[in-house]
């Protein structure tokens, strides 16, 4: 059941439809996901389970630290070519995002579109309700003229149903390299998703992370501060905040590891010691040797022609792509296989 909620302003329409709760707020499946990772060789966590409450604001505040090039290089590329990013309709496209978070970098998006067209109809799409309430009122602030509905849901299983109320153009919009996160057959598969939905007049907007040297790239997963450490020990605490478990968070380090071979970083939860957890919800106790590691998440990096691939495999092609000087990370605008 989707529980809307709307709120007016003098010149706005804003609507909030909640699909069933935060991320992982079906503790059954919570238990299960967690039972099976913990049982399999090598152990995981899935990586969607990161983003409750506390995991979304520790990955905004990882947004902003300066090992973490990511944001700011993509926002520079929004800056300097959001123009061009929503330019091509004759009437003004739908912005749907997914996993749109805080929507900072968004507003270059939205502004160039409401300078473009004069109005914008904008749809995000996250599991965490702070952050599209959050980011509603801050965007309303700004831009009273926009129209926002946001979805608080996975965009896995939302995105079609906003497509399906949709009447006219759309951009859909995938930033943060969020794409990175899923393996390649699981963003195949995501990207044919994307493109499913799409029509001849819409374009989906990828910000993917390019391949680099190590350094660089283990720094930006393992800053100074701590703060990725934080992020990464948070998904133990979910665990034992909403399963009952007695993960010690002190007895695990995190750790990054840039995996050439593979062109991805991996991140780890180490043991550093022998250690026996019990999960009672996922009625499991789980043995850990000293050094034994839990892979918590994978952050693919991508090159010109893999990028090429994977947009052939979903049935979509380049139409434009924008990169920094330094080649550290690239925007590209797809459209379906064979459309003007």
């Known amino acids: 059941m989707s ?9 706005t329409h804003v609507t909030i439809i909640q699909r069933g709760g935060e991320t992982g707020s079906d503790p059954g499946a919570f238990a299960s996901a967690v ?17 409750d409450e506390e995991g979304s604001r520790l990955f905004e505040l990882i947004c902003q630290l300066p090992e973490y090039y990511l944001t700011r ?13 929503v330019a091509g309709w004759e009437r ?25 067209y ?4 904008y749809l995000p799409i ?12 801050s965007l309303l602030r700004v831009y009273p003229d926009l129209r926002i509905t946001g979805h608080v849901a996975d965009y896995r299983t939302e995105l079609g149903r906003v497509a399906e109320r949709l009447t006219g153009p759309k951009l859909v919009i995938f930033l943060g390299s969020s794409l990175g996160n899923y393996e390649p057959r699981e963003a195949s598969a995501l990207l044919r998703q994307v493109a499913w939905v799409m029509g001849p007049s819409d374009r989906l907007l990828l910000g993917t992370d390019l391949d680099k040297d190590r350094a660089v790239l283990e720094a930006a997963y393992d800053d100074a501060q701590g703060v990725t450490a934080r992020f990464n020990l948070n998904l133990l605490a979910r665990v034992n905040r909403e399963l009952g478990a007695d993960f010690d968070l002190d007895a695990f380090a995190h750790q990054a590891r840039y995996c050439a071979d593979l062109e991805r970083v991996e991140m780890h939860l180490v043991s550093l010691m022998d250690q026996t957890v019990t999960i ?6 789980a043995t850990f040797s000293d050094g034994e590691s839990i892979h918590t998440e994978n952050s693919y990096k991508y090159t010109s022609a893999r990028l090429k691939d994977l947009a052939a495999r979903a049935g979509l092609e380049e139409e434009h792509a924008w990169t920094d000087d330094q080649g550290l990370f690239r925007l590209q605008r797809w459209k379906l296989k064979g459309t003007h």
């Open 3 to 11: 529980l809307q909620t709307p709120r007016c302003t003098a010149a």
């Open 280 to 285: 009672p919800a996922s009625r499991l106790t």
């Open 118 to 121: 004069g109005s914008v109809h």
């Open 92 to 116: 003004p496209p739908a912005l749907v995002e997914l996993g749109s978070g805080s929507a900072i970098k968004t507003q270059r998006l939205i502004e160039a579109a409401l300078r473009r």
């Open 73 to 85: 290089t993509e926002d520079a590329l929004l800056k300097a070519h959001a123009d061009a990013m």
């Open 126 to 137: 996250d599991v965490s309700s702070t952050f599209i309430e959050e980011s509603a009122e």
């Open 35 to 51: 039972r099976q990772g913990l049982l399999a060789n090598p152990k995981t966590l899935p990586w969607p389970y990161f983003y």
